[in-house]
Each structure stands twice: as structure tokens, then as C-alpha cells.
């Protein structure tokens, strides 16, 4: 039951702190999920996100395969409920306050300060995913490659993580094939 009232505590938190999607808060997820917590190891929190990235949806839906390895299918739901619903109705009252106050320079202020915040948040989920993921040459080879491409045109994500993979793979094959007298 205390696992249960931590998933929901841990969660609600993060849901309500992800201020610009919840890459925002991906560097106190996985302090807490991992660090903290000891429900997942630093290489299933990265290959839960991966499969965040790839999977149908939205990626934050990861959330739910934290909550199932920590508590099964009750924490899956626990975990969807925190991190989902308080979120909603928190957004739902913005909203409402939003446009109520449409014209108030508070308004504008508040508006012009979240850009530079949630930014902030988004660079720092990048760099705590990019600690995790890049840990040889090739794999930050490929990290730049990908970032390159992205910055020069505009690709499909997942072509790009599969491309990614595969040259990650053709590299370690190749790798393991010379290792071998």
C-alpha cells in the first residue's frame, strides 16, 4: 500500500511540474524513479522512454510502464490517474483564468516569462536522456548526426531512431565480429 501512495505522490508531483510537456521533467523523473526510489535501473528508465518515443500516442504514457513494473496493473492506473488527471484540471482552470483575464497585463508577463522557462525544461530533459543514452563514440556520433538532420530538414522521429538502431546494431556486429579470433 506504501508503494502505491508513493507512485501516486511521486507522479501527481511530476504531472503537475511538467510545464511544457513532459520532457520538462524527465531529469526528476528518473532521479526519483531511479535515484530515489529504486523502482527502475538507469537502463530501463532509457529503454521505457525509448519505447515512450516509438509507441503510438503520447510519449508520456511511458509513465504507465514505470507504474506497472513498480505495482503491476493497479500501479499502472495509479500512475495514469496521478500524473494525468491532476494535470487536466489544473490546465482546465488556467484556461479558464486565461481567458478571463485576456487583457491583463499580468497576463502578457506571465506569457512572455513561461517561453524562456519551459525551454529550460525541455534542454534539461534532453541532457538527462542524452547522460543516459550517449556513453561511447558512436552512440554520440549518432546522437549528432541525428540532431544535424533534424536541424536541417524536417524527418520523421522514427526514421530516424530506427536508422539510428540499426547503426548502433551493424556497429556492435561489427564490433563483436572483429573482437573474435
Known amino acids: 500500500m506504501h508503494k502505491l501512495i508513493s507512485l501516486a505522490w511521486v507522479f501527481a508531483l511530476l504531472g503537475i511540474l511538467a510545464v511544457g510537456g513532459g520532457t520538462a521533467v524527465l531529469p526528476e523523473m528518473q532521479r526519483m524513479t531511479v535515484s530515489q526510489f529504486h523502482w527502475v535501473t ?3 528508465f532509457r529503454d521505457i522512454y525509448s519505447l515512450g518515443q ?4 503520447p510519449n508520456m504514457l511511458m509513465v504507465m510502464v514505470i507504474g506497472y513494473r513498480v505495482a503491476g496493473y493497479l500501479g499502472s492506473a495509479i500512475v495514469a490517474f496521478a ?3 491532476p494535470d487536466c484540471l489544473l ?3 488556467a484556461n479558464r483564468m486565461w481567458l478571463r483575464y485576456s487583457e491583463s497585463p499580468w497576463r502578457h508577463a506571465i506569457q512572455r516569462a513561461m517561453a524562456p522557462i519551459s525551454i529550460g525544461l525541455m534542454l534539461s530533459g534532453t541532457y538527462a536522456i542524452a547522460q ?3 556513453h561511447n563514440l558512436m552512440s554520440f556520433a549518432i546522437a549528432a548526426a541525428t540532431l544535424s538532420v533534424l ?3 524536417r524527418v520523421n522521429p522514427l526514421l530516424l531512431i530506427s536508422v539510428g538502431g540499426l547503426a548502433y546494431l551493424v556497429f556492435f556486429v561489427a564490433t563483436a565480429h572483429s573482437a573474435t579470433p
Do not use: E, N
Open 91 to 93: 490546465t482546465l482552470f
Open 132 to 134: 543516459l543514452s550517449i
Open 54 to 57: 516509438v509507441a503510438p500516442g
Open 151 to 153: 536541424m536541417w530538414r
Open 83 to 85: 500524473f494525468f488527471v
Open 42 to 44: 538507469d537502463k530501463q
